[in-house]
């Protein structure tokens, strides 16, 4: 039996789901009304219309004018979740590194590392990006490409590194493992003995089929093998990296520090080198505070992504304006753009919080 608090609860929250209903209904009434004044209508028919318009980077599935604006748009999301994954594990990595250089003990690398960040942090994203792209412009050209490292070459043409061929499947049967070892909880014998038979499965793949490293040469005009980052890819995702990174690393920092000194203390008493206290006994209960601002820095990073439209790479903001202005749906691809970048934030989120309740369930919460 409720209580008339519930009821009333209740009826106060039908009442608001209604209101917005109705408000919803009338909104979607009157624009299609006006629209239909105008002789335009709302349908996503024109997605099986040819594009009519090149893209540039098309790393998963070969493209052109002739395919679809579906295909035009997959090509662009694509290209968006390949941005989204590297640009958050390399800001995770690059972001730890440096919060825990800002507790180095080194006062001339701390310092260097705070000016770092403070700089980064306090320059705006686009401005960040446009410099990087019209810093990676002004390289030398393929003839005369820089050389940082042995195999990379950095031109006007972009970043080019050694391909690793033959692994393919082995990472696929590893992610697979990691994955089944992940989900032991649930599955539990089952996910063991998948995981284990995936990694068995992995490590037969690698020793069968050894990777190879095959660098890049320069032949007549360009580059021939290897793999290519364009100016723009590597532009867009060395801003994403550099400005979420210093975010990442203010949140590792402020972490390690509400960690109690008692803990750093006995470690040490028990003969335990700074880096071990860190590795062992600092860094696993910070993790349990950072692991709900990572996520949320991961969402930012995949949300921040769309300015890639300020300098021309793919992304599916970009396919999706040029094919809202070539078709005239403008509506519509705004309805897609809305739902992708929904999708993906919600998917790391949850991602992100059910591994950070599996922290909270198997460790000592941070006190």
């Known amino acids: ?87 958050c594990v390399l800001a995770t990595a690059v972001g730890f590194i440096a919060g825990v250089l800002r507790l180095s003990p080194n006062p001339a690398l701390r310092g260097l590392v705070r000016a770092g960040v403070e700089i980064v942090r306090n320059t705006p994203l686009l401005l960040l990006l446009l410099f990087l792209a019209a810093s990676l412009h002004a390289l030398p050209s393929p003839q005369h490409a820089l050389v940082p490292v042995r195999g990379v070459f950095l031109s006007d043409r972009g970043l080019v590194l050694p391909a690793v061929a033959g692994v393919g499947w082995t990472i696929g049967l590893a992610a697979a493992a990691v994955v089944a070892f992940l989900s032991r909880s649930r599955l539990g014998t089952k996910g063991w003995v998948a995981a284990a038979v995936l990694a068995v499965a992995a490590a037969v793949s690698a020793i069968a089929r050894p990777p190879a490293v095959q660098p890049a040469h320069f032949t007549g005009f360009n580059f021939v093998g290897g793999v290519v980052l364009s100016p723009e890819l590597a532009a867009l995702l060395a ?45 696993p209960v910070a993790l349990r505070a ?42 519509e691809t705004m309805l897609i753009m809305i739902a992708v970048y929904l999708s993906l934030s919600l998917l790391v989120a949850s991602g992100l919080g059910r591994y950070n309740e599996h922290l909270l369930h198997t460790g000592t919460a941070l006190s």
């Open 1 to 87: 039996m409720r209580s008339p608090a519930d009821r009333r609860a209740i009826l106060l929250q039908g009442l608001g789901l209604g209101l917005t209903g109705a408000a919803l209904w009338w909104l979607a009434r009157n624009t299609g009304a006006s629209l239909a004044q105008r002789g335009l209508t709302i349908g996503f028919g024109f997605l099986r219309h040819p594009a009519n318009f090149e893209i540039g980077d098309t790393w998963w599935i070969p493209f052109s004018p002739a395919d679809s604006v579906g295909r035009a748009i997959i090509v662009g999301l694509l290209n968006t979740a390949l941005v989204s994954a590297l640009g």
């Open 239 to 283: 801003a994403l990296v550099l400005h979420q990174a210093a975010h990442i690393s203010e949140v590792v920092r402020g972490a390690v520090l509400a960690v109690p000194r008692g803990q750093r203390d006995a470690a040490m008493a028990l003969g335990m080198s700074r880096f071990q206290s860190l590795r062992l006994v600092v860094m």
């Open 290 to 331: 950072m692991v709900p601002l990572l996520a949320t820095n991961c969402v930012s990073l995949i949300k921040n992504s769309s300015l890639a439209v300020a300098i021309g790479f793919p992304d599916v903001v970009s396919v999706l304006n040029t094919a809202g202005n070539q078709t005239g749906h403008s509506i």
